[in-house]
């Protein structure tokens, strides 16, 4: 859905020329989503910057916002019919071969003197691959003391995507970097990227070799899910083995898949907090899914004092979020906030946070964990996650790889093409899955850091071998309407069951809820308590 300016955002133009430019987009086959900030005064930045078309595309969605904003732009474009254009589009010509210092000066006034002013730039200022990025509009939102909405292109997906709002520091240098991250993922005409910071090697140099590979993998992260529209899409038989297998021993407890879990403890903070706003936080939120089901389920159920925010370091994603909630109707129940979870400084208390696969792409988990811990409200606050806490990596420790391989001999030949690999694997090979992103970063120290931080209220461990045989990489050979397969599956879980029962191997699945102060004995399934649970390394 296309954001349109209103409340405090200032606004031109008529139900015409926002039709016009619909149309404009709708013809060239590009969609503008995102989510116009209800602030007077900001600094809107577009990047990648590669073609001509950019300023087509950003004037005509400009329009189709019925958006009030001032832009900057060489003056070259300012001359003969199109000043006249330009002006009335709410240009500002600049002298490229002026003191860039006095540019930024005047640009830093033009915002003081005015009570509301939009006003946006390419900082790249030239299509052109440059080494970096000039530093002008760092300067210039500094001293006029305003946010930057990060605004881009992605050319192969035909997309405008504007916002997040981007509040800068005390540090230009760990800026610029979170603003690489924020941009890797998008390509603009002719496969150009935004170059925030420079790639020579005296920059290099001033990186340390761990902020070098920390960007590296937050990129890595980034392409892996920008274009992941459904990041819980699982293999039938999978759903065959949980509904047959994992949904009984949920039913225990009050619940029965993952969504009821949560709902069935928000809904428990949310009486507990009394008559105030509710608030509650996902940590690692993704497309932001789950949690407009979880609105809707609140609201549902009569309870709508609440706000829901969605922390999630690609924005991708997060533009997904913003859409959905729009068209589900929960948009104002709902929150977004890029973020890296590593450094997340709660700004609130919270009555409930939750963590949704999420945990197991966290680096710093004692920070994470030290923050939601202060951030809970007491004695009610609870954190609710869903999780992987196997080996790092998604790995199998020696004791569970035996009994996969065992299992291995019996597959055919046709079931041991790995598909998200592309690769056919004679033998089971353990890949670690955490070399160039996050993907189970730290899993294996998930569960001893949250008992060592938390007190338990619920506990429930499963599932090990059997992820080999029913996830994303080898689950989709199986059919859930054969026998064989059926059988076999069944065997392989009965074989997990009685591993994990005996303390042999340990689970690799998670559903815990934790808070601080509980001194009531903990909810787990027979034997598996939480202590019993980890696997020391």
Known sequence: MIPYASGVVPRRGNRFSRTFGRLILRLLGWRLVGELPQIKKMLAIAAPHSSNMDAVIGFASVLAMGLNISWMGKDSLFVGPLKWIARWGGGIAVNRSGDARGQVQSAIA??????AFWCALAPEGTRREMPRWKTGFYRIAQGAEVPLLLCHFDYPSKTVCIGPLFDLSDDMD????????????????????ARVVSSTPDTAAAMTAEQAAYQAQIAAEQRTFAQNLNVHDLPEIFHYWSHNQIRPKLEQFGFSHPDAFFIHYLARAYRAAGSETRRFVSIGAGNCDTEVRIAQALKAQGMEQFTLECLELNPAMLARGRALALE????????????????????????????NQSLHHVLDLEALFAAVKGALKAPHGRLITSDMIGRNGHMRWPEALAVVNAFWAELPQAYRYNVQLARHEKTYLDSDCSVEGFEGIRAQDILPLLLKTFDFELFIGFGNVIDAFVGRSFGHHFRALSEWDRSFVDRVHARDEELIQSGAIKPVHMLAVVGVG???AVQCLPGLAPEFCVRTP
């Open 328 to 355: 589900q109707g929960v948009a104002a129940q709902m929150r977004f906030t890029e973020a890296d979870f590593n450094r997340w400084q709660p700004s609130a208390h919270y009555d409930g946070v939750i963590a």
């Open 174 to 193: 760990a800026d610029l970097l979170r603003l690489q991250a924020h941009y890797a993922p998008y390509v603009g005409k002719n496969g150009k990227r």
């Open 518 to 520: 509980l001194t009531e």
């Open 110 to 115: 033009e915002f003081k003197s005015r009570d």
